[in-house]
Every structure is written in structure tokens, then in C-alpha cells.
């Protein structure tokens, strides 16, 4: 018969479904659902197979749960971005970003953003952790169009024109 797996007292049954229930971050919501349902009683593979996840996983959140509180069970990667830039930093990137002065490229890209973190701040962060800041900053990503190839010669677009 599996066993059932037994939460600390750090939140009620009632808690821990409003955590569930009010919480916005997606893989956050995992891990509130799993523990609301394992506070119900239910077995870790009955939950795991609900929630998409192995019995292992559960065992581990419950373990997690249990050691260190609902602080353990929060999204630790959430706001990484923040913590790497100052806000005058952060005005400091979104106005370079502004004036579109880049090295020999016209646009933005996050290999630019990482570089520029990296000269200011020494520290060195992932492609996509700058593509977020870029996205943060309410920035689109913009790209030129590109040139059709069966394109007319500039002396066919004149005569073209002409007539």
C-alpha cells in the first residue's frame, strides 16, 4: 500500500488552497496544487499523476515543505533580473537602448544586452535573462523586413516608375 506523506503545520488545509488558488507564478501553482491535495490526504502518485509531475518530485516539494516553510516552496528565480541591474542601471540600459546606438548593428539583440551587463556590473548572465530585461523594459523586438529575392534592378524600379 503507498504511503501517505505528512506536512508540517506551517500552513492550514485552508492555506494552502488560497496559495493555490492566488498564486500567479505557473510552476509556483504546481507545487501549491501538489501540496494542497497531499494536505487532503491524497496519495504522491495519485497527485503526481494529476499534476503532471513523478511521485519523486512530490516527495521532494513535501520534503522541501517541510524543512523550510512556504519560503521553500516560492519560485527562487523570480525577479533575477531585478536583483542583477540597480534601477539607475536599469534607466542607465533603457535609455542606450533609446538612442539605438549599438556597435555596427542598427537594432538590439540580447547578446548586446548580456555584453553591456557585463561591462557595467561584472557579472555575467544568460541570453535569455537579457531578452527578459529587454522585455521588462517594454521593448519589442524589431527586425528589418527582409528583401524579396526576385527583386527588380534599380534601373527596372526607375522605368517602372516612369510609366
Not at 538590439?108 to 535569455?128: A, C, L, M, N
Not at 524579396?148 to 516608375?161: L, M
Request: aromatic letters at 8%; proline letters at 2%; hydrophobic letters at 30%.
Amino acid at each position: 500500500m503507498p504511503k501517505f506523506l505528512v506536512l508540517e503545520n506551517h500552513l492550514s488545509k485552508k492555506q494552502l488552497q488560497r496559495k493555490y488558488i492566488s498564486c500567479q507564478h505557473p510552476q509556483e501553482k504546481f507545487r501549491w496544487h501538489a501540496l494542497a491535495r497531499i494536505a487532503d490526504g491524497q496519495v504522491a502518485n495519485t497527485v503526481a499523476k494529476d499534476v503532471g509531475r513523478s511521485s519523486g518530485w512530490i516527495t521532494k516539494l513535501v520534503r522541501r515543505y517541510n524543512q523550510g516553510g512556504a519560503e521553500a516552496v516560492k519560485n527562487k528565480s523570480k525577479n533575477q533580473e531585478s536583483k542583477t541591474l540597480t534601477d539607475q542601471q536599469i534607466k542607465q540600459l533603457e535609455a542606450e537602448i533609446q538612442s539605438g546606438k549599438t556597435e555596427g548593428n542598427a537594432l538590439w539583440t540580447s547578446r548586446q544586452i548580456q555584453k553591456w551587463v557585463e561591462e557595467k556590473t561584472d557579472k555575467q548572465i544568460h541570453k535569455t535573462t537579457a531578452w527578459r530585461m529587454f522585455i521588462k523594459l517594454e521593448f519589442s523586438r524589431q527586425q528589418p523586413r527582409p528583401a524579396h529575392k526576385g527583386k527588380a534592378s534599380r534601373e527596372e524600379q526607375t522605368d517602372f516608375k516612369k510609366t
